[in-house]
C-alpha cells in the first residue's frame, strides 16, 4: 500500500508540475485535471492541489470573468467540464470573476441546441447527436448550478437528460450503453433501425458511469423522485459493466464486450472511471459496499499493469486511448467499428487518463482513511 501511495504521489506530482495546456485554450481535457487536482485537495488539504488549480485559473479566466479561448456560440458541450472546478474556487476565494465565468458557461446550456427529446447537442457541428461523452461534460456543472444558485428549478431537465440514454442507448441483452445516438438516424456510423453506434467502448461508458455519481453528489434529496431515480440507473449501469471485469487484472477492455476478439486491450483511462465511480458512489451510499473493493481492485490493477518506471526513473502511466469519435474529423471518417475504435493510437501521460488517474486517486486515499480510522 505504501508503494502505491509513493508511486502515485510522485507520478502526479511531477505530472502538475510539467503540465503545459492542451491546446492554450478552454478545453474540456484540462478540466479533466483540474478536477482531479480539487478531488485531490478535497481529500489531503495538501495545497499543492488547489495552488495547480489558481494558477491555472489565474492564467485563463480575466476580472470579467472573461475565458481564454472559450467562444460560447461554437456550442461545443465539452467546453462546460473545465468550468466544474469553478463552483468550489467560488466558494473558497468569494472572487466575483469565478461566478461570472460561471455565469458564461450556464448561459451556453440555457441556449445549447437540442434534440427533440431534450439531450443537448453534442456539439453544433454533430446535429441532434447524443454522446455518452456529453453527459460528463455538462451534466455535474448544471446541477452544481441549479442546486447552488438557482433553486433547483431544472432538477427535472437533468433527470430527462439521463432517462432518454437509458431509454435510448441502453442495451437489455449487454446491459451496456453504447457510445452515439443519431436522433435523426442520418449519420454514417449509426445502426439504421436504432440510430445508435455499433459498439460499447469503454471510455464512453466511463463519461456516463463519472456523470452520474457526480451529478447525484451535488443533487439535494429533497427532491425524491429524481434522487431516487438516478441511484436506480447508477446501480443498473454499475452492475452491467462489472460483469465485464477482466478479473485477473481488474479492469476492462477498450471494447467492452468483446476481450477475446483479436487486437482488444485492458484500456487505462475508461477503466480509471469505472474505478472511481465505484468507489465514489460506494463511498457516497449510491450502490452496495462491495464495490468499494472492487474498484479499490481497479485502482491496484491499473497502478500494477501501467504505471511504469521508465529508463531515467521517471514514471509514465501507460495504455491510454489518445482519442475516439463518430463521424467526419480531420480527414477521417469515424465509422464506429470494431476496428476502428482498436486503430486509435495508444499512448501514454494523455491527460485524458491521466486527469482521470488523480480523480480515482483521491477515492483510492478516502478508502484508505476509512480503513485507517477503522483500525484505531
Not at 470579467?64 to 467562444?71: A, Q
Not at 431509454?167 to 446491459?175: I, T, V
Not at 487484472?249 to 471494447?255: D, R, S
Amino acid at each position: 500500500m505504501d508503494s502505491i501511495n509513493t508511486k502515485s504521489r510522485k507520478y502526479i506530482s511531477n505530472y502538475l508540475k510539467s503540465y503545459k495546456p492542451y491546446k492554450g485554450k478552454w478545453c474540456y481535457e484540462d478540466g479533466c485535471l483540474l478536477q482531479g487536482a480539487m478531488l485531490l485537495y478535497k481529500t489531503t488539504k495538501e495545497d499543492e492541489y488547489l495552488n495547480f488549480v489558481y494558477s491555472y485559473l489565474d492564467d485563463f479566466i480575466d476580472e470579467d470573468g472573461v475565458i481564454k479561448g472559450y467562444e460560447k456560440n461554437e456550442f461545443n458541450i465539452d467546453n462546460i467540464n473545465a468550468g466544474k472546478v469553478l463552483f468550489d474556487v467560488y466558494n473558497f476565494t468569494g472572487n466575483e470573476k469565478y461566478r461570472k465565468a460561471i455565469e458564461k458557461l450556464y448561459e451556453q446550456i440555457l441556449e445549447h441546441p437540442r434534440v427533440p427529446q431534450g439531450n443537448f447537442w453534442h456539439k453544433k457541428r454533430y446535429e441532434n447527436q447524443v454522446w455518452l461523452d456529453g453527459m460528463y461534460m455538462v451534466e455535474p456543472f448544471y446541477i452544481r448550478y441549479e442546486t447552488e444558485f438557482n433553486g433547483k428549478r431544472n432538477y427535472g431537465d437533468i433527470f430527462k437528460h439521463f432517462i432518454n440514454v437509458r431509454e435510448n442507448m441502453f442495451d437489455e441483452k449487454f446491459k451496456l450503453h453504447y457510445h452515439g445516438w443519431d436522433t435523426a438516424k442520418k449519420c454514417s456510423w449509426i445502426v439504421p433501425e436504432t440510430g445508435l453506434s455499433k459498439n460499447f467502448w469503454l471510455r464512453a461508458i466511463g463519461w456516463h458511469l463519472m456523470s452520474i455519481v457526480d451529478t447525484l453528489e451535488y443533487m439535494s434529496e429533497e427532491i425524491f423522485n429524481e434522487y431516487r431515480g438516478l441511484q436506480i440507473l447508477f446501480k443498473e449501469a454499475i452492475k452491467g459493466v462489472d460483469e465485464y471485469r477482466d478479473l485477473m487484472k481488474n479492469m476492462w477492455y477498450q471494447i467492452v464486450d468483446k476481450k477475446e476478439m483479436n487486437g482488444n486491450y485492458l484500456e487505462t483511462s475508461g477503466s480509471l472511471m469505472v474505478a472511481y465511480a465505484m468507489m465514489k458512489g460506494a463511498r457516497l451510499g449510491y450502490i452496495g459496499e462491495r464495490y468499494s473493493e472492487i474498484g479499490k481492485k481497479a485502482f491496484e490493477g491499473i497502478y500494477k499493469e501501467y504505471l511504469r518506471e521508465k529508463e531515467d526513473k521517471s514514471l509514465s502511466l501507460d495504455g491510454i486511448c489518445l482519442v475516439a469519435g463518430l463521424g467526419g474529423f480531420g480527414g477521417q471518417e469515424r465509422d464506429g467499428s470494431y476496428e476502428y475504435y482498436l486503430s486509435e493510437p495508444i499512448v501514454s501521460d494523455d491527460v485524458k487518463g491521466s486527469g482521470i488517474f488523480l480523480m480515482t486517486y483521491s477515492e483510492y486515499l478516502y478508502l484508505e482513511k476509512d480503513v485507517m480510522n477503522s483500525e484505531k
